[in-house]
């Protein structure tokens, strides 16, 4: 056994043996620094493009079906630039105070089920008259003048680094959603709902 002990003293090669240890969960931990950083970066281009965007929707030129389209069209092709894969949906709901588009309170209606959900045949109070309950009280669309218009954003694609994987989680896709509300120029006399109507859920 004497052969043996100039091997104990021996310290070649401990590094490589250290970093072989080391380095797969050193590479993890930069991988996931690398996408946490791309999903914030993300996040804060989406919110940049949407808070330009949003405020030129606002414009009277700009209300028109076509200009929201090239509007939306813009987002679409910055969020592409960075995840050419992504998904994105582009939502606008119009309120007539910036208040109401807060609260986004639901239209008023019966719940005779109790499950939360305007359905079955139960009653509403249709106040903006579009002939559909909704459950924020809002209406598709940028709406007209003053109005206050909430723009959502919400883009899915798959993750740079599907780390979560590895520790049982099987979402592949990164969703980031970015939203903004803002008024609408008054460029005319703000519209004005007529009188609730009282209509039955489907």
Request: aromatic share 8%.
């Amino acid at each position: 056994m004497r052969w043996l002990r100039p091997l104990g003293r021996d310290r070649r090669g401990v590094s490589a043996v250290e970093f072989g240890f080391i380095a797969p969960t050193f590479c993890m931990v930069l991988l996931g620094i690398f996408d946490f950083g791309h999903t914030l970066y993300m996040r804060g281009a989406l919110q940049g493009v949407l808070q330009k965007t949003a405020r030129d929707a606002t414009l009277e030129s700009n209300t028109t079906e076509g200009q929201q389209a090239i509007l939306d069209d813009r987002v679409k092709s910055q969020v592409k630039a960075l995840a050419n894969n992504a998904t994105i949906d582009i939502k606008r709901r119009f309120y007539r105070t910036f208040s109401q588009a807060a609260a986004a309170k639901a239209e008023d209606w019966t719940d005779t089920n109790r499950n939360g959900r305007c359905d079955a045949g139960e009653p509403y109070e249709d106040a903006n008259n579009n002939s559909s309950w909704d459950s924020d009280g809002g209406d598709d669309g940028q709406g007209g003048a003053k109005d206050a218009t909430v723009v959502t954003v919400t883009v899915t694609y798959p993750r740079m680094f599907p780390l979560l994987k590895l520790f049982g989680d099987n979402t592949a896709n990164a969703k980031i959603v970015a939203t903004t509300v803002l008024k609408n120029q008054p460029y005319s006399d703000q519209g004005s709902y007529a009188a609730p109507t009282r209509r039955n859920c489907t």
